[in-house]
C-alpha cells in the first residue's frame, strides 16, 4: 500500500511551488470503509482540517496520479474560499492543470478514470461515479445524483427515486432528506443537470 503521507507531501510541495498555500492538515487518515468517495476534507476549525483518503486509491496497482489527484483536490479545500467547488476552488484547480497535465482535478471522477475496473470496484461495493469533496460542501446542497448498490434482501424497497432530468442517471433514497425535500438546492454529480424526484409506489 502506498504511503499517504509520503504522497500528501508531494502534493503540497507541488502545490506551494506553483503558488498555491494550503491550510493545516492536522490529520491524514485511510478511510477502509466508504463506497461513494474517493477522499473528504472536514474542516475542524478556522484554517485546520481533516482529511481522509479512500484506501482503494492506495493500492501498489493504483498508478501515484491517480492518488495525487484525490489528494490535491483536498488540499485545494484547505485554500481559504475553497471550501466548496466553484469559484475560488475550480480556479485554483484549472491552474493545477495548466502547470501539471498529468493532473484532471474535478469534482467526480469514475473508476475508469483512477484506474480501476467498474467489475471490481461494482463487486466490492463502490459505485461507478465517485466523488471527493467537504463536508461544507455536502451540507451546502453541492452533492450531485450517485448511483446506489442494489437493495439487500429483505430491506425496504427505496420509496423516492431522483433523476438527472438532463442525462437521465438516477439514485434512489428511503428517508426524505434535504435532497428530496429541495432537489432545487442539488445538481447532477455526472453532467451538472437539474433533479427532479419522484415518490415511488411501495408496491413495485
Known sequence: M?????????????????????GT?????????AKKRWGRCRQISP???????????????VEDTAAKETIIHELLHTVEGCLGHKGKWKLLAQMVGRAYPQYHIK??????EKGISRETAVGNGAVPEMWAGTDASRAAGKAGVQRTRAQKG???PPRYRITCTSCGSRAYRQRASRLIQRPEEFRCGRCGGKLMVEVRDPRG
Request: charged share 35%; net charge negative.
Open 107 to 112: 469534482r467526480t471522477s469514475s473508476c475508469e
Open 154 to 156: 429483505g430491506a425496504l
Open 47 to 61: 484554517g485546520v482540517f481533516d482529511i481522509d483518503i479512500s484506501e482503494r486509491l492506495l493500492g501498489d496497482e
Open 25 to 33: 492538515v492536522r490529520s491524514w487518515s485511510v478511510n477502509t470503509r
Open 2 to 22: 502506498k504511503d499517504l503521507e509520503r504522497l500528501a507531501a508531494r502534493c503540497e510541495a507541488e502545490l506551494e511551488a506553483i503558488g498555491i498555500r494550503c
